[in-house]
């Protein structure tokens, strides 16, 4: 760690009050808020001085007042800057998994217990654009933060940055905190698409030869692959505007996907078997079928939809 960010994680450590990761609800109190003065708070300064070393030299008597009232407005405009952010409370949101390559999205619940609206509020994180939002009074907003998910795995929102120079842009207020928030980041799928290995059910038999395509099992959004005679043409009449389905028959369900960390390739490396597998969970998913998936240390027995969908996900995501 470099000497600079070093001297920064201290600076966080000792505005957190030694808190590394804070439990909700996070309060914005006296302590924790800081003022300084900003570019344009500095040269306000200098102007004053300038101006009363003239009203001095001059013997100006309205130079006099004038100074002292703008002093006066900036002296007012540090203590609504430091309202503005102060008794802030902020609550971690969700923050739903994504794939590694892609944003990850956490949200923050700003709530303002006060009477008064706290405008311009900015938050930061490390190396994002700020985003600036205002909270009514007595009234809570969600603040969406983005981040960069590189690499599969627990992704941790790092210290976020509070700030406001409300109302005149003379004084900065600024705040810390450390929400308990972090999001799962799936493995990035494949790129390379290859055939699924599909086989039929067990104890399925000649059954499945039997149901042919005439039991019909549903609708799923339609894929650029599925036969035109399997579109939906009924349900997109009555839905003008809504997505194109096709339809799903029992024989198509009745494959599953046997998904076993033995069995593939033992030249592939790690990262690139969790690929693959995300690849094909996602394949299987889409196209309604069922799986079952077998890794080191973890075992899902055959079954479909949307919860063993994200289970399997998360299983590989936190591969050792």
């Given at each position: ?5 070093e ?18 609800p ?13 570019r ?8 004053l001085?300038v101006?009363?070393?003239?009203a ?9 007042a ?7 407005l ?11 952010l ?6 971690p949101?969700?923050a739903?998994?994504?794939?590694a390559?892609?944003t990850a999205r956490?949200?923050l619940i700003l709530?303002?217990p006060?009477?008064r ?8 994180l490390?190396?994002q654009?700020p985003?600036t939002?205002d ?20 992704l941790?929102?790092?210290v ?14 600024w ?7 972090r ?8 790129l ?6 599909m086989?039929?059910?067990?104890g ?9 395509m005439?039991?019909?099992a549903?609708l ?6 599925d036969?035109i005679a399997h ?13 194109l389905?096709?339809?799903?028959f ?12 033995d069995?593939?390739p033992g030249?592939?490396?790690?990262e ?10 996602c ?7 069922f799986?079952a ?6 075992n ?17 995501a936190?591969?050792?």
């Amino acid at each position: 760690m470099s000497p600079a960010a070093e001297l920064r994680q201290r600076f966080f450590n000792w505005a957190l009050r030694g808190r590394a990761l804070e439990a909700a609800p996070i309060i914005l109190n006296q302590r924790r808020v800081f003022v300084l003065p900003t570019r344009f708070g500095l040269a306000f300064a200098v102007l004053l001085l300038v101006m009363l070393i003239g009203a001095v030299n001059y013997q100006l008597s309205l130079g006099y007042a004038l100074v002292f009232l703008l002093a006066g407005l900036g002296i007012v405009a540090i203590f609504h800057s430091f309202r503005n952010l102060a008794q802030l409370r902020i609550s971690p949101g969700r923050a739903a998994p994504v794939f590694a390559g892609e944003t990850a999205r956490f949200e923050l619940i700003l709530d303002n217990p006060g009477n008064r609206e706290k405008s311009a509020l900015s938050l930061h994180l490390p190396g994002q654009s700020p985003v600036t939002i205002d909270v009514p009074a007595r009234a809570s907003v969600i603040v969406p933060l983005e981040l960069p998910a590189p690499s599969r795995g627990w992704l941790s929102l790092p210290v976020v940055s509070l700030q406001t120079s409300f109302p005149l842009g003379l004084i900065r207020a600024w705040a810390y905190a450390a929400p308990m928030l972090r999001c799962l980041i799936y493995p990035a799928p494949a790129l390379v698409v290859t055939a699924l290995p599909m086989r039929p059910l067990e104890g399925s038999g000649a059954a499945i030869a039997d149901v042919g395509m005439e039991d019909f099992a549903g609708l799923r959004s339609h894929q650029i692959s599925d036969p035109i005679a399997h579109v939906a043409w009924k349900t997109a009449a009555r839905l003008e505007h809504g997505p194109l389905l096709s339809k799903q028959f029992d024989a198509a369900m009745a494959q599953s996907l046997w998904l076993n960390w033995d069995d593939l390739p033992g030249a592939l490396g790690v990262e690139a078997r969790l690929s693959l597998l995300a690849r094909w969970i996602c394949d299987a998913h889409q196209a309604g079928a069922f799986w079952a998936l077998s890794l080191p240390g973890a075992n899902f027995p055959l079954a479909g939809g949307a919860a063993h969908f994200h289970a399997c996900l998360k299983a590989l995501a936190l591969h050792e």
